[in-house]
């Protein structure tokens, strides 16, 4: 695709509920990140996935925290057994093919745990 | 330790007038530096890439600086218009160019 796609744009969920967010990168990107954004503060680095390499996973911040990605395409972040201070943004961004070093961002999900 | 600081935190400005942000940064080893704009509720976007051998690069009213020697870069914004008002993050990247620091932002708000 043109850009970055992420869904959804929003999701609301009951404390204790599973979701899964996705992530398209562009064609042709090899790496693909997982950010996480709350409110009025910086990106935190969640995960990386480079290629067919074992994933950098250093960023996840519990085992409730997980993400798959098919070869060099779509990703999924799942949150378990979600809790009130997982709502943030969600970022994803790839990177590679010809301009490798400038991270592309999806527009997020936004997560909301009640 | 690899890290990236920006200053100020928050400014607001008047429409019209410039102003300056301040990224410092310990990265080893540098590939690159890039200053991404992310409006409120949007997804970061790309402004400028710095080389370890530019100086200076323009692109609009953004002109982003880079001293490779002190580990300093700026972004300067001529002629501030409403539109401007976002968060401006600064980006450095190391290695073969797929790590990426990110500094915390600064939150600019220009007011009419």
């Known amino acids: 695709g043109a850009g970055v796609s992420q869904s959804p744009s929003n999701k609301v969920t009951e404390k204790g509920k599973d979701v899964e967010l996705r992530c398209d990168p562009i064609?042709?990107?090899?790496?693909l990140y997982w950010y996480r954004q709350r409110l009025g503060q910086g990106l935190e680095f969640l995960i990386y996935?480079?290629?067919?390499?074992?994933?950098?996973k250093s960023g996840l911040p519990s085992d409730r925290f997980s993400a798959e990605r098919t070869g060099e395409s779509v990703s999924t972040l799942t949150i378990q057994r979600t809790q009130q201070e997982d709502s943030a943004v969600y970022l994803c961004?790839?990177?590679?093919?010809?301009?490798?070093?400038?991270?592309?961002f999806g527009e997020g999900s936004r997560l909301t745990v009640l | 330790k690899n890290q990236v600081e920006q200053s100020p935190q928050s400014l607001i400005i008047l429409e019209g007038k410039n102003c300056t942000l301040q990224?410092?940064?310990?990265?080893?080893?540098?590939?690159?530096l890039r200053w991404y704009k992310q409006d409120t509720g949007r997804g970061p976007v790309s402004l400028t890439i710095?080389?370890?051998?530019?100086n200076t690069k323009s692109n609009g009213r953004y002109t982003a600086t880079l001293d490779a020697d002190t580990k300093q870069s700026s972004l300067h914004i001529t002629a501030s218009q409403l539109s401007d008002s976002a968060s401006y993050i600064c980006?450095?990247?190391?290695?073969?160019?797929?790590?990426?620091?990110f500094g915390t932002g600064t939150s600019l708000t220009v007011i009419p």
């Open positions: 961004a790839s990177s590679g093919g010809r301009y490798t070093g400038e991270l592309f």
């Open positions: 064609s042709g990107h090899t790496a």
């Open positions: 996935f480079q290629g067919n390499s074992a994933p950098d």
């Open positions: 990224c410092n940064y310990t990265v080893s080893p540098f590939s690159n």
């Open positions: 710095m080389t370890f051998s530019e």
């Open positions: 980006v450095v990247s190391a290695g073969t160019g797929n790590q990426f620091y």
